[in-house]
Every structure is written in C-alpha cells, then in structure tokens.
C-alpha cells in the first residue's frame, strides 16, 4: 500500500513493485494547478494528473511509446498543455459517471492486473484543499498552500469525502503502508486526511513507513527536519512506525547510527540509507525498493 501524490509517489511505486506481490496506490486529488486545474474547474472532477502519473509508474511503462504519449503535453491547439492522460481520464469519467472506474479502465490499457496493481483516487468526489497557519490564517487551494509558510493543519472540503469501496479494508491487510515522499501537506497528508483513511491508518497492523523528502520545501515546511515531519503527521492522526531518510539528506537529524528513534524513547524507529540517485536530487527506486524490502521483513 502506497499513499501520496505527485512524483514522489511515482518513485515509490517503481520501488515498491520490485518486491510487493500486490500493490495498491492511493493518489491525493486536490490538486488544483496546471491542466489538472483546468479540467476539475470545467469538469467539476477529482484531480487527474498524479493519477496519471501513478498509473504510468505502476504500469512500468515511463520509456513505453503508450507511456510517452499518456504524458505527452499537447501545444499550440485548443488543448495546449493539456497531458494526454488527463483527458483521457476525464473522459473516462465522463462516460462512465465514476473516476474510480475511469482510474481502473486506464489500468486496463496499460496491462494493470488489478488482483495485483490498482491506482486509485484517495476520494471519489472533489475535494478541495484548505489549511490553517500558526497565525490562524485560512488558505484554500493546493496551489496557494504550496507556497504558505507556517502551515499547521490541513483538511480536505467537503470534509466528508468518501474513497473508492473498500480501499480502508484494503489498508487494514496491507503488509506494509508506505507514505511518501513528496510534498508533506499537499500530497502525503492531501490524501491520508480523508477520514475513512486515516482511520484505517490509524487501525492497520501492518507496517507504517513515512518517506522523508531529500530536501526542504522552500515554503509549506521551511526549517523543518524530520521530527518537524512527524509531528506534523501525527497532529493529522498519522502515527507512522518506521521513519526511512536518506542518509545526510538535507531535512536529516545531526549525524548519528544508522538507526534509533526519533525522540529517543518511543517514537518512531528512525531508519537511514542511501537513498538517493547520484546527485541526490530525486529518490533511487532500486535503493529505495531494497531499503522498504528490508523493512517488511523486519520485526
């Protein structure tokens, strides 16, 4: 199980489905930016294009000829800067009247078994994005959250969005529940404050593992390190078990052992590894596969 949005969750799908024998993505849909915003502003839809994007790194299919074009930018037509796979997922859900069926019939093409691999949305409705600063300042909008300084809370409006049947029972099986990385109020916690989610979350016996980003964000969580992170999450009822960085990343704790806890006593167990790709600009999916292997297997 795979919680997020944006590219971070796309390098966690390449990672995870190196060991995962099913895998199932839930993708944050508040984004309200780009060609995505476009389409959820005329359509009244969830987000599609970390969909997209996720289906694409579940699939494998990133250097594949269908991939290239489901990501492929249209310019200088009445479509420009539309991706191909936004359209095709907001047609989708235009004939069949389900974003969820739409996410699962463009699984369909890229060849998904979904007994093994699904993508869904974290909710079947559109949401929208709002937070709350230190100040008491209210922000709507992931876009305009992105780029607020001192956010404190977030949550989803309508607050009683709803996810796809049966993905909370899904997370309750799962072996491993992995969030992250990627932006940490408007992907990972974007997606896991539906309240359906959390709760499951909250209750699943498998393995919680949050992926810290490699390096700070220049806004939403300026300064923070990783404690900074997990009290963040566990402000939003998050309680993850397992804390994986990589080793000498930029939002990392001073240098210390390989592994220990985050406050020292009985917080979560703080892992470290080579994480990154060579110039530690983006996360390595072998590296990063190997190291959540190795986690599942332990205690």
């Known amino acids: 199980m795979a919680i997020g949005g944006g590219h971070g969750l796309a390098v966690t799908l390449r990672a995870v489905r190196r060991?995962?024998?099913?895998?199932?993505?839930?993708?944050?849909?508040?984004?309200?930016?780009?060609?995505?915003?476009?389409?959820?502003?005329?359509?009244?839809?969830?987000?599609?294009?970390?969909?997209?994007?996720?289906?694409?790194?579940?699939?494998?299919?990133?250097?594949?000829?269908?991939?290239?074009?489901?990501e492929y930018r249209f310019k200088g037509t009445d479509v420009e800067g539309h991706a191909l796979g936004n359209l095709l997922l907001a047609a989708?859900?235009?004939?069949?009247?389900?974003?969820?069926?739409?996410?699962?019939?463009?699984?369909?093409?890229?060849?998904?078994?979904?007994?093994?691999?699904?993508?869904?949305?974290?909710?079947?409705?559109?949401?929208?994005?709002?937070?709350?600063?230190?100040d008491g300042t209210q922000v709507t909008g992931q876009v305009a959250v992105s780029t607020t300084v001192g956010v404190e809370r977030v949550a989803l409006d309508p607050p009683g969005a709803t996810p796809p049947p049966g993905l909370a029972e899904t997370i309750a099986e799962a072996d491993q529940v992995v969030l992250g990385p990627g932006s940490l109020f408007t992907s990972v916690l974007a997606a896991a404050v539906v309240d359906d989610l959390r709760e499951a979350i909250a209750a699943s016996r498998g393995q919680r593992v949050y992926i810290c980003n490699l390096r700070?964000?220049?806004?939403?969580?300026?300064?923070?390190?990783?404690?900074?992170?997990?009290?963040?999450?566990?402000?939003?009822?998050?309680?993850?078990?397992?804390?994986?960085?990589?080793?000498?990343?930029?939002?990392?704790?001073?240098?210390?052992?390989?592994?220990g806890t985050i406050d020292g006593g009985g917080g979560p167990r703080l892992v470290?590894?080579?994480?990154?790709?060579?110039?530690?600009?983006?996360?390595?999916?072998?590296?990063?596969?190997?190291?959540l292997a190795a986690l599942v297997r332990s205690p």
């Open 92 to 134: 989708l859900g235009a004939v069949t009247g389900d974003f969820v069926a739409a996410a699962d019939q463009v699984g369909a093409l890229l060849g998904l078994d979904p007994e093994r691999a699904r993508v869904l949305p974290a909710t079947c409705q559109p949401v929208e994005l709002r937070a709350v600063t230190a």
């Open 216 to 259: 700070a964000e220049r806004a939403e969580t300026r300064g923070y390190d990783v404690a900074h992170h997990v009290a963040a999450l566990q402000a939003h009822g998050i309680e993850p078990d397992v804390v994986l960085i990589h080793r000498g990343g930029p939002v990392a704790l001073a240098p210390g052992p390989a592994s």
């Open 19 to 70: 060991y995962a024998g099913r895998t199932t993505a839930i993708v944050a849909t508040a984004d309200d930016g780009g060609s995505t915003g476009r389409l959820r502003s005329g359509m009244d839809i969830p987000a599609p294009g970390d969909l997209r994007r996720c289906l694409v790194a579940m699939a494998g299919i990133e250097d594949h000829p269908l991939g290239l074009a489901l």
């Open 272 to 291: 470290t590894a080579d994480l990154a790709r060579p110039h530690g600009v983006a996360h390595d999916p072998a590296k990063l596969g190997a190291s």
